[in-house]
């Protein structure tokens, strides 16, 4: 048995659509609060449905909210948002990357969690197993207590290291994994450390189809991206538009490297749209539109002039290899 677990109901894979894979709908992490860094609160429910209608307006149907525990979640706002558009919404159990746990934590948590002040704290305390415990709870009770669950469990880890904690924590979605069979994400920073996320998901006995690597655009490195997708995994491109990192010409090149050699099944885009200068409702970004409006025209044009079906890949990207991705396969 085989589906995908949105918010509020668990739907057969065929029924998911056209997906962004990782992205931030609604958040206000307390890390960036604290430190009155605006631009990565997307503290206004209005605006963010805004571009999500705006997605929805050129052929869009669902969205993974890749947004953690630790990221400042607004579960209800979310849900609520799929409620009025009619967009499928992922959401995520897990953790962030480990200098973002230095953050306080919110107090409507501790009744979950316990009196602790800081993320790092909690996860410093918490045995492997009792956070794999909080995480199972979010995908079969329901995400911070509300009763909308998540579709994913996810782990993250820093800039070519891995710290303690950050192996805790991904133990602890292993073992989160193996109970609820939620597929896996990873946050990889700038793209590093992924092969040593799956050597010790491996040591974890997990299987690599379950496991999705964020980021992986900000690596551009061709060999690199061909020892990943040669584990199983899938690779996620999901910088589609921050120009400041790379031009699309480098990402789109990327991606066909890895269709030549064999591996379109594996890739994943999206666009991790977490700041307000991002999004078009808020201060006249790209926006949520821009990927299905303007990039997808032009790699199905690259794609054609390099020899490939370009729409059929468009329809992996976005259909099928999300519906796979992203499937409790019991």
Same mark, same amino acid.
């Given at each position: ?21 990782? +992205? ?14 605006n ?7 209005? @605006?963010?449905e ?41 959401g995520?159990?897990?953790?962030? @990357? ?14 979950l969690i ?11 305390? /918490? ?25 994913q ?28 069979? /939620?597929?896996?994400?990873?946050h ?37 991206? +061909? ?18 990192? /790379? ?26 749209? /977490? ?11 790209l926006?949520? +539109? ?36 992203f499937?409790?396969?019991?």
């Open positions: 048995m085989s589906f995908i677990r949105t918010l509020d109901k668990d739907i057969a894979k065929e029924e998911l659509g056209f997906t962004y894979s990782h +992205e931030h709908i609604v958040c206000r992490p307390a890390f960036w609060s604290e430190r009155g860094e631009d990565l609160l997307l503290d206004d429910p209005a @605006k963010s805004l571009d999500v209608r705006d997605f929805q307006k050129h052929g869009g149907q669902a969205i993974v909210d890749a947004t953690a525990v630790d990221y400042g979640r607004d579960v209800p706002a979310v849900y609520q948002i799929s409620q009025n558009t009619g967009i499928k919404i992922i995520t159990a897990g953790f962030n @990357k480990s200098f973002l746990w230095k953050a306080r934590i919110k107090d409507e948590l501790k009744p316990g009196d602790y002040e800081t993320y790092e704290q909690w996860i410093e305390a /918490a045995s492997v197993n009792e956070l794999a415990d909080f995480v199972i709870k979010e995908v079969e009770e329901g995400l911070e207590g509300t009763p909308f669950k998540a579709g469990v996810k782990f993250g880890t820093g800039y070519n290291r891995i710290s303690p904690l950050e192996v805790k924590t991904l133990r602890a979605i292993a073992r989160a994994h193996h109970e609820t069979k /939620a597929p896996i994400h990873s990889t920073e700038v793209g590093t450390m992924g092969l040593e996320q799956l050597e010790l998901l491996k040591s974890e006995q997990i299987d690599l189809s379950f496991v999705s690597l964020g980021h992986m655009d900000r690596n551009p490195d061709p060999y690199y991206h +061909e020892q990943i997708a040669s584990t199983g995994a899938y690779l996620s491109f999901d910088g589609i538009g921050k120009i400041k990192y /790379a031009p699309e010409s480098t990402r789109i090149s990327l991606i066909l490297d890895l269709v030549r050699k064999g591996y379109e099944n594996q890739i994943l885009i999206s666009g991790d749209t /977490a700041r307000k200068t991002y999004y078009k409702h808020y201060d006249h970004g926006g949520l +539109e821009h990927i299905i409006a303007n990039w997808v025209p032009r790699f199905k044009l690259e794609a054609d002039k390099a020899g490939f079906d370009g729409e059929k890949l468009i329809e992996k990207f976005f259909v099928s290899n999300p519906a796979e991705c499937s409790f396969k019991r």
